[in-house]
Nanobody, 124 residues
Framework: QVLLVESGGGLVQAGDSLRLSCAAS????????VAWFRQPPGKEREFVAG????????YYADFTKGRFAISRDNAKNTVWLQMSSLNPEATGNYSC?????????????????WGQGTQVTVSS
């Protein structure tokens, strides 16, 4: 069982940066690949970025265009999503999810554990 808690969301202006955190409970966090998903208003949830359980491999959705970076520290049981040059299209509820595999999946159906999400709103 893994409990995930996101933080770091908020209201920012276009061009600003945000760093989201995903804090996990348990001593076996290093056994889980983790991903960030987001759900824009009125749209389906979509994959943003994922990281392997060791942190050695990372994956991104095309729309991140090099502006987002996912990282993790297994000693701190935390995964981060650094987002820069934000635009209003980045608005949405961001959730982290964990799966007991080496590498993350891009489909949300592959994840057993989810956080409650943190809201990101980017104004123009």
């Amino acid at each position: 069982q893994v409990l995930l808690v996101e933080s770091g969301g908020g209201l920012v202006q276009a061009g600003d940066s945000l760093r989201l955190s995903c804090a996990a409970s348990g001593r076996t966090f290093s056994r889980y690949a983790v991903a960030w998903f987001r759900q824009p208003p009125g749209k389906e949830r979509e994959f943003v970025a994922g990281i392997s359980r060791s942190g050695g491999s990372t994956y991104y959705a095309d729309f991140t265009k090099g502006r987002f970076a996912i990282s993790r520290d297994n000693a701190k049981n935390t995964v981060w999503l650094q987002m820069s040059s934000l635009n209003p299209e980045a608005t949405g509820n961001y959730s982290c999810a964990a799966v007991g595999t080496t590498f993350p999946a891009r489909r949300e159906g592959g994840y057993a554990f989810w956080g409650q999400g943190t809201q990101v709103t980017v104004s123009s």
